[in-house]
Antibody, heavy 120, light 110 residues
């Protein structure tokens, strides 16, 4: 059974950093794109970033470009999101999601989410 | 501000058919496939429809998707109380070089 387990969320100050992790199991991790999607309190879904399974090509939303970095470690079946220069508007539940193909963006499995709060 | 526009709400009685629209542009829906997600209160989103009209295994055939030009629709037939949730469309946007979600539609079962 496919599973995604996020960790690393918490409280950060504006301008600070956090690193989110998402441990995957139950599928061939290297064969699928992985992404992060966030949801601010009471708001809709916002795609944050994706990384392909084959060529490690990365994509970012304009709102996080230059501040966030997505990466993956196939030896650990884990995808990461390094977040720097955090802003109040980055406060959200961050979901890890698995693409349906190596480069696909339709997400067929999601983690339970990890809450990131940016506040002084 | 999302580039995919959905009505904020939709409703129906049990057994009715409800349709949710998703309006985009030539850079997203007009040139890429559309996906739909269901988000029950307090839970992670669930993929309902991908590639315009394909259902993942386990999704009831009461849910169907369609697309025409720069708009897409999700239809829920035989509405049930457990369908009460938020629904989001999504598509890749070639101009933004990113995946965009719709504004979301809250479905209420009366």
């Amino acid at each position: 059974e496919e599973q995604l387990l996020e960790s690393g969320g918490g409280l950060a100050q504006p301008g600070g950093s956090l690193r989110l992790s998402c441990a995957a199991s139950g599928f061939i991790f290297s064969s699928y794109a992985m992404s992060w999607v966030r949801q601010a309190p009471g708001k809709g879904l916002e795609w944050v970033s994706s990384i392909n399974g084959r060529d490690y090509k990365t994509y970012y939303a304009d709102s996080v470009k230059g501040r966030f970095t997505i990466s993956r470690d196939h030896s650990k079946n884990t995808v990461f999101l390094q977040m720097k220069s955090l802003r109040h508007e980055d406060t959200a539940i961050y979901y890890c999601a698995k693409g349906i193909t190596m480069t696909g963006v339709a997400y067929d499995y999601w983690g339970q989410g990890t809450l990131v709060t940016v506040s002084s | 501000q999302s580039v995919l526009t959905q009505p904020p709400s939709a409703s129906g009685t049990p057994g009715q058919r409800v349709t949710i629209s998703c309006s985009g542009s030539s850079s997203n829906i007009g040139s890429n496939t559309v996906d739909w997600y269901q988000q029950l209160p307090g839970t992670a989103p669930k993929l309902l429809i991908y590639a315009d009209n394909q259902r993942p295994s386990g999704v009831p055939d009461r849910f169907s998707g369609s697309k025409s030009g720069t708009s897409a629709s999700l239809a829920i037939s035989g509405l049930q109380s457990e369908d009460e949730a938020d629904y989001y469309c999504a598509a890749w946007d070639d101009s933004l070089n990113g995946y965009v979600f719709g504004t979301g539609t809250k479905v209420t079962v009366l």
